[in-house]
């Protein structure tokens, strides 16, 4: 028998709770104060981890010696105060990050529309999606930086105890060490990049999808 | 929270849960998923409850909550095999009929087939929700929901007359 759309309206509005079914008003009460399980729960966990490890790992590479190493070498190469000013910059964007993230995190309600909650949820992933870059970015400049001067510092040294004074490293060197620095780092960072889009895309997959076919509809 | 408010909660969630049971046989397939997609509801519609102005009836606001709880909020808490269980599904029907219980459980296993989004649409369609109504709890214009429904309804003819 074909069955008609219309003549289904009636029957689906005739249904009432079933007795299986049926929650008690005690039972409402213990949910209303049950622990929820959201996917923005879990969205805001793991940024609140990813916006975290960035400054942690700031704070704590500042102890050790290997740090401190470090300055005292820059400080000799004369560009230790640049670096202050590129770290003070680091820090205010890191800040406006976590700034934005937060905002945007309020703006959350499911008194929204769908389409608009998926919006403010996806914009939220973005934010932390973009610190994650912006660290990577940072991150690899920074490594590539350190291992040209280390290969030039070793370069100078091992000239030194060959017994040549003040030698110059020639532009080859200088080319064929960065080209394989920054192809290294470049491959690093990528890798690290879509093994994290993988771990959220399937996190976020049923928001994306939903969020694609309501972008489709305007 | 005030526990007059929350004693009005209840009341007025227990005589309106029909409607959550609803979403819940759609957006899930078995009996366990239908328990906790409904308390995560139950949840989100407590917490956005003081700012309900009751502007709206309390089930229209229901309806955009649920829906926001089924297709955004909820997660799944354990995996579990997906399956279209019909046996698991246990509505009432007043004056009842065999047959009518039997078409009822088709048309629930034919909208499982359908994406989030369009459950939710013929979901809003088949509780006679007018298209103003539709197009804010989506946040679409009405010209797409008449557009994306049209479309909505023919895939679940077909799926409901193969």
């Known amino acids: 028998m074909k069955m008609e759309l219309d003549g289904l309206k009636n029957i689906w509005n005739k249904q009432t709770t079933g007795d299986n079914e049926k929650i008690s008003t005690a039972e409402i009460y213990k949910m209303i104060h049950a622990k929820s399980s959201t996917t923005v729960k879990w969205i805001f966990m793991i940024s609140l981890i990813e916006l975290g490890l960035g400054v942690i790992t700031g704070i704590l590479s500042a102890f050790f010696d290997s740090h401190k190493e470090g300055i005292t070498h820059l400080k000799s190469m004369g560009i230790y105060e640049y670096l202050e000013i590129i770290s003070v910059i680091i820090t205010v964007v890191i800040l406006g990050f976590i700034g934005a993230f937060f905002y945007q995190y309020k703006k959350i309600s499911v008194a929204e529309n769908i389409r608009e909650l998926i919006n403010t949820i996806v914009n939220t992933r973005k934010i932390v999606r973009y610190y994650i870059l912006f660290n990577l970015g940072t991150s690899g400049i920074i490594f590539t930086v350190s291992m040209l001067i280390g290969i030039s510092q070793g370069y100078t040294t091992a000239m030194q105890l060959d017994g040549i004074e003040n030698p110059h490293i020639p532009l080859k060197i200088w080319i064929l060490s960065s080209i394989i620095v920054i192809i290294t780092v470049s491959i690093i960072i990528t890798i690290v990049w879509y093994i994290y889009k993988l771990i959220y895309g399937r996190l976020l997959k049923k928001l994306h999808k939903n969020h694609q076919e309501l972008l489709e509809l305007e | ?162």
């Not at chain 2, 917490?47 to 089930?59: H, I, L, M, N, T």
């Not at chain 2, 649920?66 to 279209?84: C, H, P």
């Open chain 2, 1 to 162: 929270m005030d526990k007059d408010l929350e004693i009005k909660f209840v009341k007025e969630l227990d005589s309106n849960q029909n409607i959550v049971h609803k979403i819940c046989r759609i957006y899930t397939s078995n009996s366990h998923d239908h328990k906790d997609l409904f308390q995560e509801v139950t949840i989100q519609l407590w917490k956005a409850y003081p700012k309900f102005r009751g502007d709206s009836k309390f089930s229209t606001w229901m309806y955009r909550i649920a829906l926001n709880t089924a297709i955004t909020l909820y997660r799944k808490s354990t995996r579990r095999i997906k399956t279209n269980d019909l046996d698991a599904i246990h509505f009432k029907l007043k004056d009842e009929e065999p047959e009518d219980d039997e078409h009822l459980k088709q048309l629930y296993k034919a909208i499982r087939w359908l994406t989030d989004i369009e459950k939710a649409l013929i979901f809003l369609y088949l509780e006679d929700t007018p298209y103003k109504d539709i197009a804010t709890t989506l946040g679409i214009s009405e010209g797409n929901v008449r557009v994306k429904l049209n479309r909505t309804k023919n895939k679940l003819k077909q799926l409901l007359n193969p």
